[in-house]
């Protein structure tokens, strides 16, 4: 939905109990999507095709409790389409 604005941070009122956050086709859609990584009942979050950003190198083992299905806009350094330079990364 093209017409659809806003920032992920704002889904923070929902917390504790959002369990599912998929925006497709959404460009209009920003924020990190780290800002959810401390949702605890989050299994599915689907961020393709958003202006998302982000590290996947940030992602620790604390963050994403829950999570089952993770899909991120090119927009997040290590989504569909980046290649890693170093092993390090």
């Known amino acids: 939905n093209e017409s659809l604005t806003g920032n992920i941070d ?15 086709d ?12 401390d949702f605890p009942r989050l299994k599915v979050l689907n961020l393709r095709e958003t202006y998302v ?12 409790p829950t999570l089952e299905l993770l899909a991120l806009p090119s927009s997040v350094y290590g989504g569909p389409g980046h290649e890693f330079q170093r092993i390090s990364d």
Do not use: Q, W, Y
């Open 53 to 64: 950003t982000g590290d996947i190198r940030d992602v620790g083992e604390r963050d994403f």
């Open 26 to 37: 959404c460009p209009h859609i920003e924020g990190n999507f780290m800002d959810l990584a």
């Open 10 to 24: 704002s889904l923070r009122v929902l917390k504790d109990t959002l369990e599912k956050v998929t925006f497709r």
